[in-house]
């Protein structure tokens, strides 16, 4: 029924969807249905949480008490800009590049407001403290960065995943970065030559 009600997304908004669209979708009658869920709220319930650990099983190790690894692991350890972690994100979005889409298109549904919020109290606030970055700006730096991540990745679903992974990954890590010595050496170059 989870893999029903994200193939309905792709063409209608969650409000309109019915219980019996579900079930006609997932080949199951009512009484199925109403044996594991209350109400469509309840089954898009389990599909966000469905989605979130599709997600993070991508990553390698543990990735509970996240929270706690960030406050003790050393300075360096907290760059996620890394082929470590954009790697396995960039393809859990590429083999699921039909479902990241639906998802996508219907933020609100999901509630992106509440997980950006949760992984802002318990990922980004922690990460940015350790960097003694003003309180003030937190919120507008992240929302910068992790727009940007998205704009990129929102990009490459619309090209149907063109480009590969690494270069993809190149793409972000360039735009966190700036581009490798090529700029350095050319802003040499134009200061030499003037």
Not at 70 to 98: D, M, Q, W
Not at 135 to 142: A, F, H, P, Q, S
Not at 150 to 159: F, H, P
Request: hydrophobic letters at 40%.
């Amino acid at each position: 029924m989870d893999k029903a009600l994200i193939s309905l997304l792709e063409n209608k908004d969650f409000e309109y969807i019915t219980v019996s669209e579900i079930c006609k979708e997932a080949g199951v009658n009512r009484s199925t249905f109403y044996l594991h869920y209350e109400n469509t709220n309840d089954l898009l319930s389990e599909v966000s949480k469905y989605l979130i650990q599709g997600f993070l099983a991508y990553f390698p190790g543990d990735v509970s008490n996240v929270s706690l690894r960030l406050k003790e692991c050393s300075l360096e350890e907290l760059n996620f800009i890394t082929e470590e972690y954009l790697n396995p994100y960039l393809s859990y979005i590429k083999e699921n590049r039909r479902v990241f889409l639906t998802v996508l298109s219907h933020g609100v549904t999901f509630n992106f407001e509440g997980i950006y919020q949760n992984m802002f109290e318990h990922i980004f606030n922690i990460i940015l403290d350790r960097f003694h970055y003003p309180e003030g700006n937190r919120k507008y730096v992240m929302l910068f960065y992790l727009n940007g991540i998205n704009a990129i990745v929102i990009e490459w679903l619309k090209n149907d995943c063109n480009k590969s992974i690494e270069q993809v990954s190149d793409i972000i890590k360039n735009c966190i970065f700036g581009l490798d010595d090529r700029i350095t050496n050319f802003q040499k170059l134009k200061t030499d030559v003037l």
